[in-house]
Every structure is written in structure tokens, then in C-alpha cells.
Nanobody
């Protein structure tokens, strides 16, 4: 069955960097649209970045120029490189996937999440 397992979260100071990884199993990552979302308690779930089957990417305005989504098809793994981190980036980050490739909010498959905390 489809499984997404995130790793790479942690605590970092303002301006620091982290790279999140998402190991996909049960399907080929290249056959799906994949993305990263985040949610902080008390806030709405937010789309961060997506990548489609062709490798085209999209980003939330709040992370453009700082975050980069990528996919290694040989490793069947999705990544999110996060640079110049800000306190407002603090959240649980989720790896997501869908074969229909509609709106991100309707992506069917979600990982368990990895916590990112940015402190001043």
C-alpha cells in the first residue's frame, strides 16, 4: 500500500536550513503528484510546495526563493530544502501524494509528519 515517511525535521535558529525527506513506498514517486504541506496548531493547513509528474514545481508565496522541492526518482524520495528559515515556518510538515493531481487540498495520501521549529 502507499506509504509516505518523512524525516529531517528538527529545531533550528532563524536563518538556518533544514532538508526534509519523504521516502515513498508502494508506488513510484514519479507516477504521482507530490507535495509538502504544513500546519501549526490553531492555524489552517497550508500548501507549501508541489511537484508534478513532469517535474514542474509550484510554491506558496511565503516560501518562494527560500524553499526548493525536488524528487529523486532512483531513490523514490521527495525532498524539501528549506533555507533562510523564519519563526513563522514553525509547523508540522507533511509529505503528500496523489495520482489524480487535482488541488493539493484534496491529495489522498499523507505521511505522519515531521516537526520543524525555528527559534529566534
Amino acid at each position: 500500500q502507499v506509504q509516505l515517511v518523512e524525516s529531517g525535521g528538527g529545531s533550528v535558529q532563524v536563518g538556518g536550513s533544514l532538508r526534509l525527506s519523504c521516502a515513498a513506498s508502494g508506488f513510484l514517486a514519479s507516477s504521482a503528484c507530490m507535495g509538502w504541506g504544513r500546519q501549526d496548531p490553531g492555524k489552517e493547513r497550508e500548501e507549501v510546495a508541489t511537484i508534478d509528474r513532469k517535474g514542474s514545481t509550484s510554491y506558496a508565496d511565503s516560501v518562494k526563493g527560500r524553499f526548493t522541492i525536488s524528487r529523486d526518482n532512483a531513490k523514490n524520495t521527495l525532498y524539501l530544502q528549506m533555507n533562510s528559515l523564519k519563526p513563522e515556518d514553525t509547523a508540522m510538515y507533511y509529505c503528500t501524494a496523489d495520482f489524480f493531481c487535482g488541488a493539493w487540498s484534496e491529495y489522498k495520501y499523507w505521511g505522519q509528519g515531521t516537526q520543524v521549529t525555528v527559534s529566534a
